[in-house]
C-alpha cells in the first residue's frame, strides 16, 4: 500500500461512501467536512464542474491544516446536457428518476489532491455511462420513500435499492458510487512520488 510519507491525509467529503471506499486502500485518513457552498457555482462542462467544486472544497479545508494532503470530490449525473445534481426534495427526486428512466446517462466524479505545506495540488475525473431500464411509478414512488435519493447526485445510488434500476455499467463502478478508487490511488502514487522527486515511469 502507498506510504504517505508521514503526511496526514484528511477526506474533505461527509460521504460515507466516499469514505467507505477510501478505507478499501488501506489507508489510516480523517474526515473534515468542507462546509463549500455549492450553489453559486455552477458549470456548462461537466468535467469543469466536477473538477472545479472538487478543488474549490479541497481548499476550503486546506486553509485550517498546516501540513496535510486534502482530497476533495465532487460528483454529478449528466443525462443529454443536462447536469443533475442532488435533488432538494421528495418531488425533484422523482423527476430526476423518471428522466433517467429507459435511458443511459453519464456519471462524473472530480478529485483534487492539495499539499497543504506546499500548495502543490493535482486534479482528475473519471467518466462513467449508467443504462437505466424502464422504470415503473410505483417503483420510482417505493424509492424515494426511503430518503435513500436525497443526498445523491442523480438522485439514485447503485450500491443501494436503486441497483435493480441498472441494466449495465461502461466504467469504473466505484465512480458511480461517489470515488473512482483505481484512478485516485494512481493519482495519489504520483503526486506522492512527485513531491519526492521520484521518477514513477
Known amino acids: 500500500m502507498l506510504e504517505l510519507n508521514g503526511k496526514k491525509l484528511i477526506l474533505a467529503s461527509s460521504s460515507p461512501r466516499r ?9 489510516d485518513f480523517e474526515v473534515i467536512e468542507s462546509n463549500f ?3 453559486n ?3 456548462t462542462i461537466p468535467e469543469v464542474h466536477v473538477l472545479e467544486l472538487a478543488h474549490k472544497k479541497a481548499s476550503k479545508v486546506a486553509e485550517d ?3 496535510g494532503l486534502i482530497v476533495g470530490a465532487d460528483t454529478i449525473v449528466v443525462l443529454e446536457d443536462q447536469m443533475l445534481g442532488k435533488p432538494t426534495n421528495k418531488d425533484q427526486a422523482k423527476r430526476m428518476l423518471q428522466t433517467l428512466s429507459g435511458k443511459p446517462h453519464l456519471v462524473y466524479t472530480g478529485f483534487a489532491i492539495i499539499d497543504s505545506a506546499s500548495g502543490k495540488a493535482v486534479s482528475h475525473f473519471e467518466k462513467t455511462e449508467v443504462f437505466f431500464r424502464e422504470l415503473s411509478e410505483s ?3 417505493r424509492y424515494v420513500e426511503t430518503d435513500n435519493p436525497m443526498d445523491k447526485a442523480g438522485a439514485y445510488g447503485i450500491q443501494d435499492q436503486s441497483a435493480i434500476f441498472v441494466t449495465k455499467v461502461d466504467g469504473c463502478f466505484y465512480n458511480v458510487v ?6 485516485f ?3 495519489l502514487q504520483a503526486f506522492l512520488n512527485m513531491s519526492l522527486g521520484i521518477n514513477s515511469n
Open 19 to 27: 469514505a467507505q471506499l477510501l478505507k478499501l486502500l488501506g489507508l
Open 37 to 39: 457552498d455549492e450553489e
Open 41 to 43: 457555482d455552477a458549470y
Open 65 to 67: 491544516i498546516k501540513d
Open 139 to 141: 417503483e420510482i414512488d
Open 178 to 183: 461517489g470515488f473512482p478508487v483505481t484512478k
Open 185 to 187: 490511488y494512481i493519482a
